[in-house]
């Protein structure tokens, strides 16, 4: 069954710090896969997402994820975080001709200035 | 251009009693998504509308749950009756094409006491 592992329940980093937010996955065919961040009472926002191509994206907000086919991953990356990510982040593989979403448990950042 | 809303963004019910949840999609968008994390857990799919047709309700909890697209545009869910393990958010996602990217909505925050 496909399945969306996110280790990490909560992170604490020091502003200024790097960040790394793991994901792997578990999908038979080549995945949709997808970084979603959720700030208090907002609605999830996509940072960014891997459909094929360069196995390392871009997306908004200074953050890039990368995919190892080989790990099964797609970790989250950005050199510095600033206050302002501190927000629950959640990984997805759309699976389906209609990118159904099947999501992880959500990482939860704390940036301490 | 506005975004995906849902209403109410709180609602708190007893047990036994019935709740609808209303969603409005993206002007335009002709694909439309429920979601629902329970208790801190994993965001999961719940059905996926086409216009007014609904292509996977594989999702759907159980016959408490009724999901509506009456004339392709917002969408309604309702929980008759509301039992305590419902109790979560309810998220709502529109998006233009299949495999495009899915705009989510604010979340209903469903307490059931």
């Known amino acids: 069954a496909q399945s969306v592992t996110q280790p990490d329940i909560h992170i604490t980093v020091s502003e200024g710090a790097s960040l790394e937010l793991r994901c792997n996955y578990s999908?038979?065919?080549?995945?949709?896969l997808f970084w979603y961040v959720q700030s208090p009472g907002q609605g999830l926002q996509l940072l960014l997402k891997?459909?094929?191509?360069?196995?390392l994206v871009q997306g908004i907000k200074g953050f890039e994820a990368e995919f190892k086919r080989s790990q099964s991953s797609f970790n989250l990356r950005k050199p510095s975080v600033h206050w302002s990510d501190a927000a629950e982040y959640f990984c997805?593989?759309?699976?389906?001709?209609?990118?159904?979403?099947?999501f992880g448990a959500g990482t939860r950042l704390a940036v301490h200035p | 251009e506005a975004g995906v809303t849902q209403f109410p963004s709180h609602s708190v019910i007893e047990k036994g009693q019935t709740v609808t949840l209303r969603c409005d999609p993206i002007s335009g968008h002709d694909n439309l998504y429920w979601y629902r994390r329970v208790m801190g857990k994993e965001i999961k799919f719940l059905l996926h509308f086409v216009k007014e047709s609904k292509q996977d309700e594989s999702g759907m909890p159980n016959n408490r749950f009724l999901a509506e697209r009456t004339g392709g545009t917002y969408s309604t869910l309702k929980v008759q009756p509301a039992e305590l393990e419902d109790s979560g958010v309810y998220f709502c996602?529109?998006?233009?094409?299949?495999?495009?990217?899915?705009?989510f909505g604010p979340g209903t925050r469903l307490t059931v006491t």
């Open positions: 997805a593989v759309g699976i389906g001709g209609y990118n159904k979403l099947i």
């Open positions: 891997y459909f094929s191509g360069d196995t």
């Open positions: 999908y038979g065919a080549t995945p949709y």
């Open positions: 996602a529109s998006s233009q094409d299949p495999l495009g990217e899915q705009y």
